[in-house]
């Protein structure tokens, strides 16, 4: 009984310690580093075999508030291949970070997945692999995961006559279950994002 | 508010007034031997009286019998406090320490043959201001017979209570379809202090650790303070009894198929002259439940709970210590993760929840760490014919979640807080004077809440400190076989504020909220057997944190609090960045009036219950749709939290026909129907009809003492008072279409109807033989496929199929 008393004392003075010092706190929260939010996608394309790369942007200036974001449309030349980069950053408020890396680094764990409308390609051929059953679908992946799966944060795409149509790009999480068969209907969506673009 | 303050001055004057008048107190009984005490010998199975029952008192020739009602009395006594022993043949006898400063002694004697502990109910404080309120217990047995359930979910076997449920783990009370900050528990004898703000937070409590929990249906505020608007759950651990003679004890063991689970608990306890303390222990390790299709993956628990005290009782003075500590690991069903709209449509057409895996006990994100720890210091002190109560509380609350994020961040919370609450109260019960009796009392709260830096995201909720004074005057009075009781408190609340908005930038508020509550009651005794209570209350409780300050995705949804949002130039609903204040948008608090009338009929073959009650709630916080935000993971309808007027009314009833003493009937039914006022429309998540049926028989049988059996079915209707449905395709299409679904209309709405309607039917059978108790249960016995309305996971996943329970209890 008695360590049991003197148990009781050693919260009641724990309890009169943490209330002394509370009285006088007015701390705020300590900053932290966000790395929930993605709110800038940029999509750069270069051409392989020489010349200017193109970067077309999304970003939505407060992330899950409700300003509308500001999107370019992707504009290529015909007949050219490019080879594709995605970066994603969260810039809300003063922040810089560079969610790319992170991704790449967590490659087991996510897929970046490609649909388009009409012929906008002559390769990859076919409208994409997004939706169940799709993920057979070929797509010029450049980069793998630590269990030779793609990512698709670097790809090839060649273009094909002028034509105008849009392009989705949509990054899921899937952890633990990515495997050669999940598909874009597998895990949490993180990016989904549809483009307009033009091939001229 | 300047204008309220010479109210407040009235009130402060009025209750000097009222102390004054104490200067003319009566004498000391104990100086001329004219103390008097009385009481009632009740049976405790029936509840009939039970008459020529022998009291006496210990170490002294005086003893009586009870009379034809159970009743005695003694007076002419000399001393203020003594030990009564009651007895009567073919009862246990009952020793107990009583003093003269609780007048309405209710002994109910367990008959010799039955496991039931016999029951001393002393007019005890908890009770006063709550005479003409409508107030049902769960105690003894049933308790014991659901060792292993959740708070929420014990109490909702009691008329007109329900649950919000985020799976089946988290699980928040709801009375009259009222939850979180909207009803206030008293967890031994402390206004229990969490994380209560989000609809995802159950209440920090292991229902294995009370002796009885009472349930008031009414706004109860006067006597505990803001919150109290749908009603007051008061958790009571067990009574240290003095000169118990020996040690006393249970311990049990709880096994489920259902989650393969494990629930265990002990309780020593013992009582000297002037001494008493208590120890218990109870744990649960629970892995994955199962729906009759499909294991509901992630849904493992793990909770341990412990809780030490001890009594000192000298003459006029009485001490008590406790300690109570609760920690629990609660896994969130993996499937309800989703990312975008589209991943919820996908979920909402599946068959099963994803990443639905074989059996595990496991546990992985999402889920929730939350820990409670108690210290209550409390006391009475006895002069003249008045009482001193004090009681000082400490608690320290943690919280993390775990959510599914990206690499590293995995293994941190998302949000991890600590809250430390510290509350001081005082009362005084005053002696009678020209037929009144009342208590005035005062309490204050302190109270810091500080986010734990390294979640590596913006915090959800800011930093605060709340300070809250009040004061309160209950009196009642008796006038004939009526009863009237009244009330008033008024509260003060100042709190301080510090966050960060989205671009990280500091924001600080100061606030301070105010109000008057008041009650009116009157208890009616019709005749022998039938009595009538009714109750009107006032309550308020000011805005919560995440009221005020949330902003961003949570779950599948944008919530923008009431300083986070404002109007365009088109009046159209926007996120602010900048976080608003009280100049440039008021928000009052919350003012509930309710009204509870019970009618109770009881005779020897039948009791009736009824209960009706009425709430309008003034200012009433929610959060509504108001638009789609455009997102880097696609659109998303987002929610702003807005005040409207609400009423909830509906009315609790039970029936108990006794067929013979082996076999009884019971029906329950409660019927609820809520409404904002201001928009003529429903509000999403009300609970829905249900009437429940009870057959049971208890009899002594095959050489146990006593065999129960209890065949429990239930029908929960669909909720036909909710909101429009807008499908995930009809927002795509709106979305592709440039159409803005909320500009015209913005009413609430579901993604989901509310789903049908379903039957349940459970099976609990008990044996006793001398001091063990043991028991196997049934639940959901035809294995039926259901989804709750007030199931947050309802989206998801299938509520959980058969279950067997078997339980053992050993009492000494």
New interface residues.
Partial sequence: MTILKSNFLALLLLASAVFMTACSDDDAPEAENEEEVINEVTLTFTPVAGGTPLAFTYNDPDGDGTLTAEQDDIMLSANTIYSLAITLKNTVGGNNENITEEVKNEGIEHQIFFGWTGALFSSPTGLGNIGAGNQVNTLNYQDEDANGLPIGLATVWETATPTIGTFRILLKHQPDIKSASSSSEDGETDVDLQWNIEIK | MISRIPKTLIFAALLLTHISTFSQEKKDCATDCSCIISGVIMDASTHEPVPYATVQIKNSEKGVLTDEAGKFLFNKLCEKEFDIFISHLGYKSVIHHHDIYHPDLVVKLAPSDVILESIVIEGSSIETGLESMTESKISGKDLESMQNESLGDVLSNITGVSTLKTGQNVVKPMIHGLHGSRVLIINNGVRHEGQGWGQEHAPEIDAAMADNIALVKGAASVKYGPDAMGGVIIINPPKMELSTGHLHGAAGITTATNGRSINTDLLLQQGYKNFA?MGQVAGLYQGDLSAPDHILTNTGARELSYM?G?RYHHKKLDLT?L?SHVEQTLGILRGS????L??LD?ALKAKEP??TESFSYDINNPRQEVSH?L?R?KGHYNFKDHQLNFQYG?Q?NTRQEFD????S??ERP?IDLEL?T?TFDLDWQHAQISGWNGTVGTQWL?Q?N??I???????FV??Y?NNRFGIYIIESKALGSLDFELGLRYDYQSS?I?????????Y?QDLNYQSITGLVGVNAQLGKNTSFRSNFGTAWRPPNIAELYS???HEFT?DFGLWRHSTDEFGT???S?DVLDQNQKPVDNELGFKWVNTFNHTTKEQSLEVTAHFNYLKGYIYSKPA?I??????P?P?YIYDQTDAVFFGLDASYIYRHSTIWESQIKGSYLHARDVNNDDFFIGIPPNRISYELSHSKSLLGLDEFSAAFETSYTFEQFNSPRVITVAEINDAQLNGENLFQQDRSNFDFLPAPSGYLLMNLKLQGIVNQFVFGVEFKNILNYSYRDYTNRLRYFADETGFNMLISARYKF
Avoid: M
């Fill in positions: 303390w030490f001890s210590i300690y993760v989703v990312g975008n589209n991943d996908i994803f990443f720890d210290v210091l400490f320290a599914v994020r990206r690499g961040n995995n998302a430390f510290h302190y810091d500080n986010n830096p390294g979640t590596n995201t913006i915090p800011p930093n400190n301080s510090r966050g960060r908005d989205t671009e990280n930038d500091i600080k902003y961003g995705k944008i609903p926007i996120s960045t638009g935000a455009a997102t880097v993971r696609g998303f987002f």
